[in-house]
């Protein structure tokens, strides 16, 4: 009934591999989780629900609901040895590297999770790693802030209690108003899965050498990390925080962006697949002026973003090159609006994606699959001989 589907991932040797867990279609721009198009998510967002789909195969009931619930609630502190791990990094440790070591950390203390013969020591993991990874983060950021760290709330949902270990302090508890735990819900669930990304073909390749959950998904968060990837939401910020300072205009910024030399790119543009537009990128700017106008705020820069965007619309470079904006380039918009701070972006998206790289590394390993070994196409010298040290140049 779970619906885990295990695939032979075909992926040996090519690099490529079936799947049942999300389609992209970038030509129209749809993207469907189990055959949903996210669109339907947007009125009534639900991340727990949204993993669920995804690593089971079908969209929960709600005693299955009910239960995963439960299941995140009972599993989210971390055990107290995990904090000497944190009082061990710098404060200003980058988030990524702190999230990346922890997720590893935590299968030393969970060796029962490694070996996943079954599918309910299966779904324990992922419910141990899914609610996890939200201590895991606002530790850290407590960490780098010098502030103690909140329990997690035996009563609060996923969002709720994620901006409570974030926000609460010992006798202020922070409250997660209704539109700011929606947004926060659909922006983890955007990010909830995106077939064969970087990060997650990482998950499945490192998954197909038999290696745990664990320590496919504390590889899944280096490869994101990159700000080719999930770390271009920083990198947009940054870019947009600039021209807000006035060091540069959006029209020159986008003129630097053109010019290959400069080796500046517009952060939060372009996709290798989506080649009209990303149907994320749409539903995060309408969740951004929504969320903004709930909150009676204004943010310049989300003005600058629109900007941004409207003269690349314009510009035949982009529009030849196909260069549309992508998940990254209006979700810190949302994430600063609640709070979160820049250098916590990256974490957030990792955050979101784990459901994903959790049902691809089950479809890649629970199959039993071949360990993946992509081959190449060498192009180095041919047969030469060794020459030894006194006869070199
Ligand atoms: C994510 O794979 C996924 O699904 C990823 C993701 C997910 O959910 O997992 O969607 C999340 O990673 C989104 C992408 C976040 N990264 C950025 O926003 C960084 C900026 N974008 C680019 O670096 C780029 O567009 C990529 C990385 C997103 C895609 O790179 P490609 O497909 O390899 O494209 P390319 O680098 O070959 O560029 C093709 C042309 C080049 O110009 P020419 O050689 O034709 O002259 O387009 C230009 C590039 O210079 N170009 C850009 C540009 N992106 C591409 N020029 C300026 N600004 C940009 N953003």
């Known amino acids: 009934r779970t619906g885990l589907i295990a695939l032979d991932p075909g992926y040996a040797n090519t690099g490529s591999c079936r799947s049942a867990i999300t389609s992209i279609d970038g030509e129209r721009g749809i993207l469907r989780y189990r055959g949903i198009?996210?669109?339907q998510f947007e009125h009534s967002p639900n991340f727990v629900e949204v993993a669920w789909l995804l690593i089971f195969g079908h969209l929960p009931n709600a005693r299955e609901y009910a239960d995963f619930s439960a299941e995140l609630t009972a599993?989210?502190?971390?055990?107290?040895?995990?904090?000497?791990?944190?009082e061990g990094f710098p404060r200003a440790a980058?988030?990524?590297?702190?999230l990346s070591a922890m997720i590893n950390a935590l299968s030393c203390f969970h060796p029962e999770l490694f070996e996943l013969e079954d599918e309910q020591r299966f779904r324990?993991?992922?419910?141990?790693?899914?609610?996890?990874?939200r201590t895991i983060a606002a530790y850290a950021y407590r960490h780098s802030i010098g502030r103690p760290y909140i329990y997690p709330h035996p009563e609060q949902r996923y969002v709720p209690n994620f901006l409570h270990m974030m926000?609460?302090?010992?006798?202020?508890?922070y409250v997660c108003e209704p539109l700011v735990r929606d947004a926060i819900n659909l922006v983890l669930l955007l990010h909830a899965d995106h077939e064969q990304n970087c990060s997650t073909s990482t998950v499945r390749m490192v998954g197909s050498s038999q290696a745990n959950l664990f320590a496919a998904c504390a590889a899944g968060v280096c490869a994101l990390w990159g700000p080719l990837h999930g770390g271009a939401n920083v990198a947009v910020l940054r870019m947009l925080e600039e021209i807000h300072q006035g060091r540069i205009t959006p029209e020159q910024y986008v003129r630097l962006a053109k010019d290959r030399d400069s080796k500046v790119r517009l952060m939060g543009f372009g996709h290798r697949v989506y080649k009209q537009f990303d149907p994320r990128a749409q539903i995060l700017a309408r969740v951004?002026?929504?969320?903004?106008?709930?909150l009676g705020r204004r943010d310049p820069l989300l003005d600058i973003a629109r900007r941004l965007e409207e003269i690349a619309r314009e510009d035949p470079y982009f529009v030849e090159r196909q260069l549309y904006p992508n998940v990254d380039f209006y979700s810190g918009i949302i994430l600063r609006a609640v709070g979160i701070p820049t250098n916590m972006?990256?974490?957030?998206?990792?955050?979101g994606r784990l459901p994903g790289w959790i049902a691809h590394w089950w479809e890649q390993a629970g199959a039993g699959g071949r360990i993946a070994r992509p081959r190449q196409l060498y192009v180095g010298p041919e047969s030469l001989d060794y020459v030894p040290m006194d006869e070199r140049g």
């Open 124 to 133: 324990a993991a992922a419910a141990g790693l899914i609610s996890r990874i």
């Open 167 to 173: 926000f609460s302090d010992p006798y202020a508890e």
């Open 37 to 39: 198009p996210i669109e």
């Open 345 to 351: 972006f990256t974490v957030m998206f990792a955050m």
């Open 75 to 86: 599993c989210a502190n971390l055990d107290e040895g995990m904090k000497h791990h944190f």
């Open 288 to 294: 951004a002026e929504r969320l903004l106008a709930q």
């Open 94 to 98: 980058p988030p990524m590297a702190i």
